[in-house]
């Protein structure tokens, strides 16, 4: 298989993270986002939406959308499982996902970043602001679902990750990039330090990868 990604693309991480799980192991081709790489013909050939992860498998098949890819892998390699056994559980897991990975992730990504100092003409304090805003506020929603529920155990959902810490994980990498406030998310911080004892989310972290600057 071969993943196309940047290293410092949240999406990608979260692909990265299953695939290590899963021990899987792939052709890393990196697709460098902040210039302009992903644009490019060549790429368009892989991906329509010229976004990342791309993952292609050996017989040519394409695969976008990372959540998408990782639940795809769990079907077709379910071990060890990223989903829970119930169908509760289940829920719940996607939901966590889903609460970072469309509600907080796409307002703050490389392109609305861009668009707001290059179109609309905020300043970098401005910017980040904006940037800042959107994942406190959408990480103490999590916080919210975590803190006190008899589902969380060590991890999101339980004793093991499941596609939650999957996707809060690289989360808490942008947001540290960023200078974000966590002190407002202990259980979020637990459960990321917990996370980080694994060799797939600490080994296939953004400063890891090849193509890290």
């Not at 690289?170 to 330090?193: G, S």
């Amino acid at each position: 298989m071969e993943l196309f990604n940047y290293y410092r693309s949240s999406a990608s991480y979260r692909v990265r993270i299953a695939m290590a799980l899963k021990g899987l192991d792939y052709t890393y081709t990196p697709v460098h986002l902040a210039r302009g790489e992903q644009l490019k013909e060549s790429y368009a050939t892989v991906s329509a939406t010229r976004l990342v992860p791309t993952l292609r498998e050996d017989d040519g098949h394409l695969l976008t959308q990372s959540l998408a890819i990782i639940e795809y892998l769990d079907e077709t390699h379910p071990q060890p499982p990223v989903l829970p056994a119930d169908a509760r559980g289940r829920a719940r897991a996607r939901a966590l996902a889903y609460d970072i990975a469309c509600e907080i992730h796409p307002i703050n990504n490389l392109r609305v970043l861009r668009y707001l100092t290059a179109d609309l003409k905020l300043s970098e304090d401005d910017k980040n602001r904006w940037y800042r805003h959107w994942v406190e506020t959408g990480l103490a929603a999590v916080e919210r679902q975590l803190a006190g529920h008899p589902a969380t155990g060590l991890y999101c959902h339980g004793d093991a990750p499941t596609i939650a810490d999957i996707t809060l994980v690289p989360q808490i990498f942008n947001a540290r990039r960023f200078d974000c406030r966590l002190d407002h998310v202990p259980t979020v911080m637990r459960i990321f330090e917990q996370c980080m004892t694994l060799p797939a989310f600490s080994q296939t972290q953004p400063s890891a990868c090849p193509d890290a600057e």
